[in-house]
């Protein structure tokens, strides 16, 4: 039986997901029962990424893409401090072709942890993201921004010397920055420069 990942924050990014390893294509869809949110507290590194937290009224949208067991096991230790668990297949909504029969998985926090002034959202991760979502149009990005919890917590803007570990070189920042002024303008405008 396949194995499917579903990648709702920077594993959308089709550059960010090929440094960790190859995949079959990226599948938009929406799963109902997860909530994304700014929630995974990183340890070692000091700053929050996103999470999902299990909530049969909310949908998140993001990408479906296969993985083999040898692939699976460098997710695993990319995803380092979330659980791996599987999707009921009837709580996948499809956006584009049909899906695929499988296994399907997402890693969710193992604590919910949100943004503080000592562990923020970098904004280098913020451009990884929203990059992705970009890869499937303009309205695939506005739902995961809309769809987000926490934006008004603690949110650095790295750029000049970026420190997420997977960032892109050439982000669209213009089209990020128009997204973000339009959707979430009060958390945008809190910001902070490094």
């Known amino acids: 039986m396949k194995n499917f990942i579903f990648g709702y924050g920077s594993l959308i990014s089709t550059e960010s997901r090929v440094r960790t390893a190859n995949t079959g294509d990226a599948i938009p869809v929406r799963v109902h029962g997860l909530q994304r949110a700014w929630n995974f507290h990183n340890k070692v590194r000091k700053r929050n990424a996103l999470g999902v937290i299990l909530n049969g009224d909310s949908v998140c949208n993001g990408i479906i893409t296969e993985v083999n067991e040898e692939t699976f096991a460098d997710f695993d230790v990319r995803e380092e401090g979330y659980n791996r668990i599987e999707i009921d297949p009837k709580n996948i909504e499809v956006l584009k072709d049909s899906l695929p029969e499988g296994n399907f998985w997402v890693y969710v926090p193992k604590e ?21 979502c970009l890869e499937f149009g303009e309205d695939f990005a506005q ?47 809190k910001r902070i420069d490094l």
Do not use: C, M
Not at 115 to 129: F, G, L, N
Not at 159 to 180: A, C, F, G, M, V
């Open 143 to 189: 739902e995961l921004i809309n769809s987000t919890l926490y934006w008004d917590h603690a949110w650095v803007n790295d750029r000049k010397n970026p420190s997420y570990p997977r960032y892109l070189k050439n982000p669209q920042l213009e089209r990020i920055d128009t997204h973000l002024k339009t959707f979430v303008p009060e958390a945008f405008d």
């Open 112 to 132: 919910s942890i949100l943004p503080t002034k000592d562990s923020p959202v970098e904004q280098s991760y913020v451009d990884v993201v929203i990059t992705g």
